[in-house]
């Protein structure tokens, strides 16, 4: 019963990801929002939003703006998830050790410090419960997994010649009749592999936790 806003300078699927339905909360992302009139809101106050950078210092500021000038006062939420580009976006980019890092480090700090000044000039800074949180604890992406060369063992060839399994955006999909012991021997295959963690698998019946494929989770979880 309490109202939820998400900020956000990071993926359009990130922020769909914390208020995946239209009734779930309103969304501030520097790009789009939700409800769209927000949108037009955002930039006649803030202007367009700016170029994406390494650091990424202009939008996560564009986001700070969007929650202090529209967010909180506007919308008047109980709970918000504030979700900043960087350091991810430049660790990933630059390396963990890399001057670009140590300044997005700097500047996201910066904007926390803006929302706890405007809390605190509002009188709502000992009556907010802040938590900082990272998404991983760092790695990057440079390894050597390669979920396609993985796959490509289990595919089978389709009448057109093409593989019956592609990969897309870090997702396996199978393109023919439905196969159990294949999707199993795929999971299995993955469990195994060090660089891989949860994976999710269709769900077993109509909004199933778990599905028939041991060690895996439901899409329905993610709402996909």
Wanted: no cysteine.
């Amino acid at each position: 019963g309490q109202r939820l806003l998400v900020v956000s300078s990071g993926s359009s699927g990130s922020a769909l990801l914390l208020s995946p339905t239209d009734d779930a909360g309103t969304i501030l992302h520097t790009e789009f929002a939700r409800p769209a009139a927000w949108r037009a809101t955002s930039v006649a106050l803030l202007g367009p939003t700016p170029a994406a950078g390494l650091p990424n210092a202009a939008r996560n500021r564009y986001a700070t703006d969007l929650l202090l000038r529209i967010g909180l006062p506007e919308v008047r939420p109980d709970v918000v998830f504030l979700w900043y580009s960087d350091p991810d976006t430049t660790a990933h980019a630059r390396g963990l050790d890399a001057p670009e890092t140590r300044a997005s480090l700097t500047a996201v700090d910066g904007e926390i410090g803006r929302v706890e000044d405007w809390l605190r000039d509002h009188g709502r800074l000992d009556a907010t419960n802040i938590l900082v949180t990272s998404d991983h604890g760092f790695v990057t992406h440079t390894g050597g997994f390669d979920l396609p060369a993985l796959v490509k063992p289990f595919a089978h060839q389709m009448p057109d010649g093409t593989p019956d399994i592609v990969v897309a955006g870090g997702a396996i999909h199978f393109r023919g009749a439905a196969d159990p012991g294949r999707v199993r021997a795929v999971v299995e295959a993955l469990q195994d592999h060090p660089a891989v963690g949860a994976i999710f698998t269709a769900p077993a019946g109509p909004k199933a936790p778990l599905v028939g494929v041991p060690g895996t989770l439901s899409f329905d979880l993610i709402g996909w």
